[in-house]
């Protein structure tokens, strides 16, 4: 079956297909590590996840990158304001790197309890300067750099075309002033040496004098060091495209010298609260997973929220709308619960898995995938052991850890049970009843279902 994935660079969907057969190569930006992040740059995160395990799911092997911010990202962002780890770092009286250390933990921690799966490389910035450094040259070399009040700048006016994804903001539409410095108003900042920060710990020596990278030179060196020349997707957030995405693509394509840099560039819309304003740090409006878990919702509550909303639509957050996905996973849970039995050979419910896959397939289209898993559940055709087998299949998008719902049944009881069935089928019932005794004097009970059996712990076992 195709995947057709909406690709920001031609505003259309189109069939994936990868650069190497059977690979793709993934790139998704990470966050800036100034402070928490909050449920809206996890929705971002999300998207990423469940991207990627589509891409498992149709059997491709993925190598992922995700960055981690740690210098240059100023407070808007374009090259304006201050840098966020060093405004972090002196309202709170830390250095620089122990915020950049502390909050890298949170959200990797963060990462874990909404099971969003673990980069194959999460490589920060302020690692790679050196990189960095090496890509700037190259565009000097190219005739894409300039020096201007003390900083190097990024030339646009030697690109054919500025802006490949479309959407840029012209000076004077937005509150940020324009910086005399630059040649062209959509040009920026590749590497600042005239540091607006004279007391900052973050500067390394270059070949322009001591300074630091500007933010979007470090996805640009890092991705092309661990993804190459040429990778299949990139993606980040909806507000990362206009300024941050047209200018790694303007400097990587610059200083390979081809293009494209990517196939495929995907869009996660934002997180707005019921008031309909943007989920921002800036905004003061903001709500964390801790935040979350206080008031008594899991991880997988929000994980479960974010399923119900297409990723390229705005997902409004709401108490009511999580409570509603709260009731909505406990109910699944106990369905899981019940029918939970050995997972077998999925026949009768083929037609469930491919519609299954079809949602996703389409773009991403969980919300559909969801409708999917409810028709199924309420489906009395099926038997429980082949609906337990298609909800695990599922949940290897949903990410939900269906699997690993109620207790662990040891394997030597599976084993028993299992010789129990295979004595049950050739009628040896006086035997088979003797596993079964010695079942329940390990502390567990077997019940026959219809369609096979289910392993609980006895009641008066502990
Ligand atoms: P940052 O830490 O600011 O670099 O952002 C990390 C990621 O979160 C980026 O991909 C942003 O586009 C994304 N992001 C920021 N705010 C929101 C929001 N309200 N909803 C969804 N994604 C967001
Ligand atoms: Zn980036």
Known sequence: MDLRIFNSLSKKKEKFIPIEKGKVKLYTCGPTVYDFVHIGNLRTFISGDIIKRVLKFNGYKVNHVMNITDVGHLTSDADEGEDKLVLAAKKSNKSVWDIAKFYTSAFKENLRSLHIQPSDKLPRATDHIKEQIAMIRKLESNGFAYISGGNVYFDTSQLKKYGKLGGIVEVGETRIDEDKNKRNSHDFVLWFTKSKFQDQDMKWDSPWGKGYPGWHIECSAMATKY??????????????????????????????????????????????NNDKTKMSK????????????????????????????????????????????????????????????????????????????????????????????????????????????????????????????????????????????????????????????????????????????RIIKSSNSN
């Open 227 to 272: 993804l190459g020349d040429h990778f299949d997707i990139h993606m980040g957030g909806e507000d990362l495209a206009y300024i941050h995405h047209n200018n790694e693509i303007a400097q990587s394509e610059s200083s390979i010298g081809s293009e494209p840099w990517v196939n495929y560039w995907l869009h996660s819309a934002f997180l707005v």
């Open 282 to 453: 800036s905004k003061g409006n903001i709500t964390t997973l801790i935040n979350l878990e206080e008031n008594g919702y899991s991880p997988m509550d929000y994980r479960y929220l974010t399923l119900g909303t297409h990723y390229r639509k705005q997902l409004i957050f709401s108490r009511d709308g999580l409570d509603s996905a709260k009731n909505a996973r406990a109910k699944l849970n106990q369905f899981v619960l019940k029918i939970k039995s050995k997972p077998i050979k999925i026949v009768e419910g083929e037609a469930y898995l491919t519609q299954f896959s079809a949602a996703i397939n389409d773009d991403f289209n969980t919300a559909k995938s969801l409708s999917i898993l409810s028709k199924l559940m309420k489906d009395s055709r099926l038997i429980n052991g082949e609906k337990y087998s298609l909800i695990l299949k599922f949940d290897e998008i949903f990410g939900l850890g269906l699997d690993d719902l109620g207790e662990n049944i040891p394997t030597n009881i599976i084993k028993l049970a299992e010789e129990r069935e295979k004595l049950r089928a050739i009628k040896k019932y006086d035997a088979s009843d003797k596993v079964r005794d010695k079942i329940e004097k390990h502390g567990y009970t077997l019940l026959d279902e219809i369609d096979g059996y």
